[in-house]
């Protein structure tokens, strides 16, 4: 049974730093690619950040310079760290496995429940 399991998310003031995690069992590890993506009410899915299966990651957007990745191939785990969180980074967030190659959230075939981060004063 394939899960990926976000943990991590919780309350932080502005300009905090928090990072979430995303483990995953029930897929062939070293072949995923893991986007991490988050939602805000009312607003479109965004994607944020990816990590290949050949250890590579970026992070694209509004979140590019503040949030990074981290992964642990041996827990089966990726980590997305976030610094200098804004009031806007309020969202819900979650991690996808996807095959290689997989860029856009349609790729990403295996999501996890979402764990919601809140940026407030």
């Known amino acids: 049974q394939v899960q990926l399991a976000e943990s991590g998310g919780g309350l932080v003031q502005p300009g905090g730093s928090l990072t979430l995690s995303c483990a995953v069992s029930g897929l062939a590890w070293d072949d995923q690619v893991i986007g991490w993506f988050r939602q805000a009410p009312g607003k479109e899915r965004e994607r944020l950040c990816l990590?290949?299966?050949?250890?590579?990651?970026f992070c694209a957007g509004s979140v590019k310079g503040r949030f990074t990745l981290s992964r642990d191939n041996a827990k089966a785990t990726v980590y997305l760290v976030m610094n200098t969180l804004k009031l806007e980074d309020t969202a819900d967030y979650y991690c996808a496995a996807g095959p290689p190659g997989a860029t856009m959230a349609v790729d990403f075939h295996f999501w996890g429940q979402g764990t919601q981060v809140t940026v407030s004063s």
């Open positions: 990590s290949g299966s050949d250890g590579t990651g």
